[in-house]
């Protein structure tokens, strides 16, 4: 009896496992899709109204008309700063960017994110070898740093973040490190997903997940993984 309850059990675990899997797969399409109409869609309008508005301004100015081809200009200005905050959106959809551009790019890009439309300042420290990680790994650690990124801005109200990558004996830790307030127990309950999707992801890659509040200020998640490098790369 024992032993048929614990395979049921094992059983249900596996179901659940399954399942949450394949809503993370989903989701992640969703991303993928919307970040591909952002890219290929919006930021070419965009480009479309900077091209005429970029005539506009020389056609004013060979009519002599300095203000009028100044106020051009500058909308012109505005519509290529929209077009790279729609790009960095974008590649923030997509966790390692719209050409595969690997983890370190995606967090960089993640980091102008942070400080363009939060305000926020975030520094990043990012091993070189994490070139060689699998894109599975790439990912899941990407979306990781999006989602404690999330959380220190939204609940933790933090003016700074720390976003670290570092290798050491063939396992690698991604830390995020914020200066806020800190995720409280009503924080950690109200987003309870976030915080378990986050340690689903760790598990994904064969990883632990751990995040706490630190003794004076702010939070730090980690994320502790093997270093498991692309088979292209002959790992």
Not at 141 to 150: D, K, N, P, S, T
Not at 173 to 188: A, C, K, P, Q, Y
Request: some cysteine.
């Amino acid at each position: 009896m024992l032993l048929e309850r614990s395979e049921t059990s094992d059983r249900n675990v596996g179901r659940e496992e399954l399942l949450e899997r394949e809503i993370l797969e989903i989701a992640d399409h969703e991303k993928e899709l919307l970040a591909r109409e952002l890219h290929d869609g919006l930021c070419q309008l965009l480009a479309g109204i900077v091209a005429l508005g970029s005539r506009l301004s020389h056609t004013l100015a060979a009519n002599k008309q300095p203000a009028p081809a100044a106020a051009a200009n500058e909308i012109v200005r505005l519509l290529k700063e929209a077009i790279g905050e729609v790009r960095d959106l974008a590649r923030g959809l997509s966790p390692i960017g719209m050409k595969r551009e690997g983890l370190a790019n995606g967090l960089e890009a993640l980091a102008r994110i942070v400080h363009h439309i939060y305000q926020t300042s975030c520094s990043l420290a990012c091993d070189s070898r994490c070139a060689g990680l699998s894109h599975e790994t790439e990912t899941h650690l990407m979306r990781i740093a999006q989602e404690a990124v999330r959380n220190a801005v939204t609940h933790g109200r933090a003016d700074h973040i720390d976003i670290c990558v570092r290798y050491h004996d063939g396992s690698g830790l991604l830390t995020i490190r914020d200066n806020g307030v800190g995720l409280s127990e009503d924080d950690r309950s109200h987003d309870g997903m976030g915080l378990h999707t986050m340690a689903y992801r760790a598990r994904a890659i064969g990883g632990s997940f751990t995040v706490k509040r630190l003794p004076r200020r702010g939070t730090l998640v980690a994320c502790a993984f093997p270093l498991r490098l692309s088979p292209a790369l002959g790992a």
